[in-house]
């Protein structure tokens, strides 16, 4: 029924936390779809909101780095019809739900934590069939969004708490916790408060905000006393205010607290507290010089998003900050290795220099050979190692960057494992940035791992220099490994990981454990590892500690926060095992996971939440649920929810740009291959994609409606040569498009726009932005780039126009075809694209691992057919016409098959303007 409301205005307020909270308050008008909502959202900040958004509490307590939040916001139906709510909170990805009730009206709707397909089938029961919003979406790299939307009463309210919980994490010296705000509107009461508790003691605490102004700065309140600091910011409603007459707010952005703790003791800090202890180990220990090879993938791909400059950018830093004791080398690869020098150099002021020059010539072209450039540089660490120059206790680590996968030399993925790991035999440590998404990202985490390193995904965006030097300065000062910490077998039955390949310096490594005896007053705490030079080894004793008599007033998260804590990483450390170990391992390793979960209300992979939400109009009780997303769904829904975020303006675009001869699946190339069909379905935030491999010069029918008296035929073309991969790709290079009713006709072809109406002909060319305004037609043309055609009362297209280098040997310019208003045409419509304008039920299962990684296959349910397709993305050019966005989509094979109705060739025509 998600379509049909009887209330004149929707409205919907977001509220989300970050480690935060973002808060959007939109006013659309109701069935008129996404475009209508856009265009309404700017409307709202000049209208009079109604809804009123009464206040938002941001409640944070950390204790010994585990944070509990709760977000209370209330809201406002002041308007005398029931309204929407939509409560939306993003948290981080690492954090889990532990609660969240709506009150309405004095009754309180508490959610429950249940067995993850106990919750399904309960929810499948509740619902219609059809309906697949969950209420947990992925959000940009760290966070994940959680929203619930409620329908309340006139002249009613309703007040959403959320709680979750998270173990901060030590990066590079510091723990961080972010609350991003975005209310959009001015808020009654609005308040964030932070209480953290460190019983080692506060080294350092910074509070500030991205959007603090001077004017808000003063508001940011901070009191730091030994181990314990309170932060809070309560702007009131007029500070909240852009300007003293405004009604838009200054609030927008992220509220970060950074701090660290002070670190005494070599061992660490050892809590022993309500019959469980948690330790945390950082110690403090001397520089170790270091041998580093950087390899860097410089083939054509590194092109996109500007990957290179963002490279060579960042290098330049991480050259500059290479310590004068470390010696460094730096090897470059497409299809070819090339290195900057033969040998390792000492990272002199010279070398630094001469290297930096080296770096910023570096320019893209060719394919990808991971092996050998792999292979090039553990060979020069070798030769420096064997060097007498270099001493002995030294480290050596590689660090690779690449966006691809390996597409020349030796490209099986297991045999390059292999040989890499033969080659460093375990004498140095691999680190693996993979660039993009397009990257074969598990490949990389594995080859990184069988090398006692670890990967990292570098997002595309402008902050990716940040990205790469951060990860280095992480990665670049190894202190200890095979860290392993030891604690009295007799006295602790259920430990999580106590044994560790690497400590970087700035992290932190936490094990947590219940005890057998509450009652302990010496609990022996022994670690040893590998150092460089000599081994490490530190023991201690540490006692139990009475918190509720230290500290009485803070009771709630002391008094069990070690329990949760553990509970916390414990179930971390078996979901992580679910990957590995026999049959048997992961079912137990599961089943614990489950029943912990279960038990102290976390939402995880095994669990979900189930919503009890009211509805004020149908005066029933419903129920959604939220789940915690595996890092598989988050993959596929990362840029789906980028995607949408960016792209709910259009209603229904089905777009459509290239052929290839080449199938998809054996293709690694990224020009050709792509499918060249998509159909995106905002509602669903996903898309499908096919391709229609034909001879060129075939004539297809693309949308037809008898109705409404509208055709739009597409003919391909081919490329101007066979390229010398051996692959002849088809193009769209000319459409026809007709109006029957209004008597227009148009042909766009490469060069030229030629429109018929009454027996009068009038051409437009792509050299020129031109518009044409007709009682039935308007077309605009932006120069060399796109036409938008408008028929009236009935259809919106875009074509884009690919061009190609002149001189290019064999590709040549090609059209893009792009609906972007379709909603007057009949429910007759087909064609190859028509057939999806009313929208096509499908249902996706069984995600599983496909030919080419990271591209899942998964079985699809559609018009009764039972189909394996393939997770892939596609360009859509419509809004950024010359870059393109990636969409991900489902790829439906043989040319559409199961998917479009009848089979491809049923949709050739005879001619441009021909129904037949
Ligand atoms: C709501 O109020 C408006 C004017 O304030 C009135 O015209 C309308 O009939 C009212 N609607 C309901 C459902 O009471
Ligand atoms: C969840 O929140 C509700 C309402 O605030 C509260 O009554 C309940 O005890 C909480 N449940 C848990 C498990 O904390
Ligand atoms: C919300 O509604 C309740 C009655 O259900 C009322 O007592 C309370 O004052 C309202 N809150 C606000 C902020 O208006
Ligand atoms: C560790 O990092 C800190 C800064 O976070 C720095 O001052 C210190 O020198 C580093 N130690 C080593 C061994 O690299
Ligand atoms: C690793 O180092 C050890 C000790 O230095 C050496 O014996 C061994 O051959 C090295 N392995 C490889 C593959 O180089
Ligand atoms: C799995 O759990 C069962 C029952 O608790 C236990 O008997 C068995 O030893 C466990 N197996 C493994 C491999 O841990």
């Given at each position: 029924m998600s379509g049909v409301r009887t209330a004149l205005l929707l409205w919907v307020w977001v509220l989300a936390l970050s480690h935060g909270a973002r808060i959007i308050v939109q006013d659309a008008s109701t069935s008129k779809g996404p475009e209508a909502a856009a265009k309404n959202i700017k409307i709202r900040s000049t209208e009079n909101a109604k809804?009123?958004?009464y206040s938002v509490k941001v409640d944070c307590k950390v204790t010994s780095r585990f944070s509990h939040t709760v977000i209370t916001s209330t809201a406002l139906n002041k308007a005398n019809f029931s309204r929407e709510a939509v409560f939306n909170v993003e948290l981080p990805k690492t954090a889990f739900i532990t609660n969240f009730s709506m009150e309405i009206e004095g009754q309180t709707y508490v959610s429950e934590v249940k067995e993850k397909e106990k919750a399904k089938m309960e929810y499948k029961k509740a619902v219609s069939s059809g309906q697949t919003a969950g209420l947990v979406r992925a959000s940009g790299r760290n966070m994940e969004k959680f929203s619930v939307s409620v329908n309340i009463a006139a002249n009613s309210n309703v007040t959403f708490t959320l709680t979750y919980e998270e173990l901060l994490k030590r990066q590079l010296g510091q723990y961080e916790l972010v609350i991003r705000v975005k209310p959009e509107q001015l808020v009654q009461q609005f308040e964030i408060v932070a209480d953290i508790y460190e019983p080692q003691g506060i080294a350092f605490l910074d509070a500030h905000g991205t959007f603090i102004t001077n004017e808000l700065l003063p508001l940011v309140e901070k009191t730091v006393v030994d181990k314990k600091a309170h932060i809070s910011f309560s702007p009131t409603l007029e500070q909240q205010r852009e300007c003293p007459d405004c009604s838009g707010t200054l609030i927008n952005g992220d509220f970060i607290i950074k701090y660290d703790v002070a670190r005494a003791e070599t061992i660490g800090d050892v809590q022993i507290v309500n019959g469980y202890f948690v330790h945390y180990f950082a110690p403090i220990l001397p520089r170790v010089p270091k041998n580093v090879m950087f390899v860097i993938d410089k083939s054509t791909s590194m092109r996109d998003g500007n990957k290179m400059q963002q490279t060579r950018e960042a290098m330049l830093t991480i050259l500059d900050e290479l310590h004068q004791d470390d010696f460094f080398g730096i090897v470059v690869f497409n299809g070819y290795i090339s290195q900057w020098k033969e040998s390792l150099t000492k990272a002199t002021i010279k070398s630094v220099t001469e290297a930096k020059a080296y770096v910023s010539q570096i320019r893209q072209s060719g394919w990808t050979n991971i092996n050998d450039a792999l292979m090039k540089s553990v060979e020069i660490l070798k030769i420096g190692r064997q060097d007498h120059k270099l001493s002995e206790g030294i480290v050596s680590l590689i660090i690779l960057l690449t966006d691809?996968?390996?597409?020349?030399?030796?490209?099986?993925l297991n045999t390059i494992q292999a040989n890499v790991r033969g080659a460093i035999g375990g004498n140095m440590s691999l680190f693996c940035l993979g660039f993009g998404e397009d990257v074969s990202y598990s490949f990389l985490d594995v080859l990184a791992r069988q090398n006692q390193g670890l990967a990292r995904r570098i997002y595309v965006g402008s902050d990716a220099p940040v990205q790469l030097q951060g990860f280095y300065e992480e990665v670049s000062s190894p202190l200890l490994s095979e860290v392993n910490l030891r604690y009295p077998d007799n006295l602790v039955n259920s430990l999580t990981t106590s044994h560790y390949k690497q400590l970087f310096n700035g992290s932190e490594i936490v094990v947590a454990g219940r005890l057998t005896?509450?009652?302990?007053d010496n609990f022996l705490v022994e670690v040893s590892a590998q150092g460089f030079e000599d081994d490490f080894s530190v023991s201690s004793q540490a006692s139990a500690q009475d918190w509720n008599l230290l500290?009485?007033?803070?009771e709630y998260i002391f008094g069990s926060f070690t329990e949760r804590l553990w509970a916390y990483l414990t179930i971390q450390d078996l979901l992580s095992k679910r990957g590995t170990g026999t049959v048997e391992e992961k079912a137990n390793a599961t089943a614990k996971a489950l029943e912990m979960s279960l038990q102290y209300n976390f939402v995880t992979p095994l669990t979900s939440m189930v919503v009890i939400k009211p509805d004020a109009d149908l005066g029933s009780v419903g129920s959604q649920i939220a789940d915690k997303l595996t890092e598989d769904e988050r993959m596929l829904k990362r840029l789906q929810v980028q995607q949408a975020d960016t792209r709910f303006r259009v209603p229904q675009a089905v777009t459509m740009q290239r052929s290839s001869y080449a199938s998809p699946r054996s293709s690694m190339n990224f020009v050709d291959g792509d499918p060249h069909f998509i159909i995106e379905l905002p509602e669903r935030e996903d898309a499908l994609c096919f391709n229609i491999d034909d001879k060129p010069g075939t004539i297809f029918n693309l949308v037809r409606d008898p109705l409404g008296g509208i055709l739009v035929n597409g003919q391909t073309i081919g490329d101007k040569k066979v390229a010398p991969n051996g692959k002849m790709n088809t193009y769209f290079g000319r459409f026809g498009i007709v109006h029957q009713t209004l008597g227009v006709r148009l042909e766009v072809t490469t060069q030229e726009i030629t429109v018929s109406q009454d027996g009068k002909q009038v051409k437009l060319y792509w050299s020129e932005t031109a518009s044409l305004k007709g009682a039935n037609v308007d077309l605009q043309v932006t120069k060399d780039l796109s036409l938008t055609v408008n028929l009236r009362d009935s259809v919106r297209f875009l074509v884009i126009l690919h061009k190609v280098w002149k001189k290019h040997p064999y590709h040549q310019d090609y059209l893009g075809f792009y609906t972007l208003d379709s909603h007057l045409l009949s429910p007759r419509v087909h064609g190859l694209l028509g057939q999806f304008y009313h929208g096509v039920q499908f249902e996706v299962k069984d995600l599983r691992p496909g030919e080419e990684l990271q591209k899942p296959d998964a079985t699809m349910l559609v018009k009764g057919h039972e189909l394996t397709v393939t997770r892939g993305w596609q360009k859509d050019f419509h809004s950024h016409t010359k870059k393109g966005d990636l969409v991900p989509c489902w790829f439906i094979h043989s040319n559409g098959g199961g998917l479009i109705d009848g089979d491809h060739t049923d949709y050739i025509m005879s001619g441009l303007f021909k129904t037949f």
């Open positions: 809804m009123e958004m691809g996968q390996p597409t020349t030399g030796v490209t099986n005896d509450n009652s302990l500290y009485p007033e803070q």
